[in-house]
T-cell receptor
Framework: AAGVIQSPRHLIKEKRETATLKCYPI?????VYWYQQGPGQDPQFLIS???????DKGSIPDRFSAQQFSDYHSELNMSSLELGDSALYFC????????????FGQGTRLTVV | TQLLEQSPQFLSIQEGENLTVYCNSS?????LQWYRQEPGEGPVLLVT?????EVKKLKRLTFQFGDARKDSSLHITAAQPGDTGLYLC?????????????FGTGTLLAVQP
């Protein structure tokens, strides 16, 4: 079965650069979530989209933005990167609804040097 | 803010032992999901519990949702080295099509052969 696809798997950027992370949800899933996981921490919710509209916002810095496109894939754009942005970034997708299950991609490991 | 506390935070046991991981909150959740995460990989969904008091079994893993839907437990019988990983509970609140998952603080399990 198709899973959530994230690209790239690994990314190294310098401080103050920009980065774009991509997420391709499971086919027919209309909802995408982005999470950030620092070393030894649990995933922290950043932002979510439903039917291409932002639906919920968490602890996403103003330097970050995201969108969901007509084919339901999503991109997380990160500007003015800081050392503290180094983390694993996960995308998850689900059907809409209260008790639907979210499935995660393998993540993008971003290292800012 | 909805918070999920997991205990214990770390657990190191011998192969064949039993263990229980707890996930507690003061908030009520519409559903609760358990994930297992390997280092550098995305969380993998194990189970979703929806009904208060519900018990689900997945081979040697038994999951229970509290009657009040505020807490959950994961019991592993006869643990094996392959069970090693980070176990995360995640609750989904009420209201809205895309209510985000709130992750617990995680339990890092190491099963020694």
């Amino acid at each position: 079965a198709a899973g959530v696809i994230q690209s790239p798997r690994h990314l190294i950027k310098e401080k103050r650069e920009t980065a774009t992370l991509k997420c391709y949800p499971i086919p027919r899933h209309d909802t995408v979530y982005w999470y950030q996981q620092g070393p030894g921490q649990d995933p922290q919710f950043l932002i979510s989209f439903y039917e291409k509209m932002q639906s919920d916002k968490g602890s996403i810095p103003d330097r970050f933005s995201a969108q969901q496109f007509s084919d339901y894939h999503s991109e997380l754009n990160m500007s003015s990167l800081e050392l503290g942005d180094s983390a694993l970034y996960f995308c998850a997708s689900s059907h809409s609804g209260e008790n639907t299950e979210a499935f995660f991609g393998q993540g993008t490991r971003l290292t800012v040097v | 803010t909805q918070l999920l506390e997991q205990s214990p935070q770390f657990l190191s046991i011998q192969e064949g032992e039993n263990l229980t991981v707890y996930c507690n909150s003061s908030s009520v959740f519409s559903s609760l999901q358990w994930y297992r995460q390997e280092p550098g990989e995305g969380p993998v969904l194990l189970v979703t519990v929806v009904t208060g008091g519900e018990v689900k079994k997945l081979k040697r893993l038994t999951f229970q949702f509290g009657d009040a839907r505020k807490d959950s437990s994961l019991h592993i019988t006869a643990a094996q080295p392959g069970d090693t990983g980070l176990y995360l509970c995640a609750g989904k609140g009420y209201g809205g099509a895309t209510n985000k998952l709130i992750f617990g603080t995680g339990t890092l399990l190491a099963v020694q052969p």
